[in-house]
């Protein structure tokens, strides 16, 4: 099972922001990705739409497919790369 959350870490332990749903002492394994501050509000906002779409456990676009997507949208127009 894949579970992603975000956290705080404080006082030496991580603690999620959100509930999860496991069992006490449950083992898991943990990757931690850090989040940079945003340096404008439209980055911020993009920040957290994109943990809003993690959480919902849609899958994120890979390059190509933002291309496919874009090119959907334009009529089928691309811009060369």
């Not at 975000?6 to 002492?25: M, N, R, S």
């Not at 899958?59 to 997507?69: C, K, Q, V, Y």
């Amino acid at each position: 099972m894949t579970i992603a959350v975000d956290a705080v870490y404080e006082g030496g332990v991580l603690k999620p922001t959100t509930p999860v749903d496991l069992p006490d002492k449950a083992h898991v394994h943990i990757t931690i990705e850090t989040e940079e501050a945003a340096r404008t509000p439209l980055g911020r906002d993009l920040r957290q739409l994109r943990a809003k779409i993690v959480q919902s456990g849609t899958p994120l676009l890979d390059w190509d497919e933002i291309h496919e997507e874009v090119a959907s949208r334009r009529g089928g127009w691309r811009e060369g790369r």
